[in-house]
Nanobody
Framework: QVQLVESGGGLVQAGGSLRLSCAAS????????MGWYRQAPGKQRELVAT???????NYADSVKGRFAISRDNAKDTVYLQMNSLKPEDTAVYYC????????????WGQGTQVTVSS
């Protein structure tokens, strides 16, 4: 099992920036993918960005050019730099972990609230 601890959420004005962090602990596999999903009130959880242990990244179209995902493999930590935030980015952001090819390793963080005021 992998435990994920998120930090960095908060309240920011539109156009501002926030940086989320997620530290993983437990059974970490050498080939894995970490990332961020979000869920706004009344909506389904959606992918924001993911990054594999080898550095391959994937972004939702809605955040391309504004958000940047990165990771520190030595610290088993993934980051999400969010710039030019919009009110529609308001959601609970969840950290995600899965070893590649091992669906049973899928884990979620507790979530961190991001609120963007207009």
């Amino acid at each position: 099992q992998v435990q994920l601890v998120e930090s960095g959420g908060g309240l920011v004005q539109a156009g501002g920036s926030l940086r989320l962090s997620c530290a993983a602990s437990g059974t970490i596999f050498s080939g894995d993918v970490m990332g961020w999903y979000r869920q706004a009130p009344g909506k389904q959880r959606e992918l924001v960005a993911t990054i594999t242990s080898s550095g391959n990244m994937n972004y939702a179209d809605s955040v391309k050019g504004r958000f940047a995902i990165s990771r520190d493999n030595a610290k088993d930590t993934v980051y999400l730099q969010m710039n030019s935030l919009k009110p529609e980015d308001t959601a609970v952001y969840y950290c995600h972990y899965q070893a590649i090819g091992r669906l049973w390793t899928r884990s979620w963080g507790q979530g961190t609230q991001v609120t963007v005021s207009s």
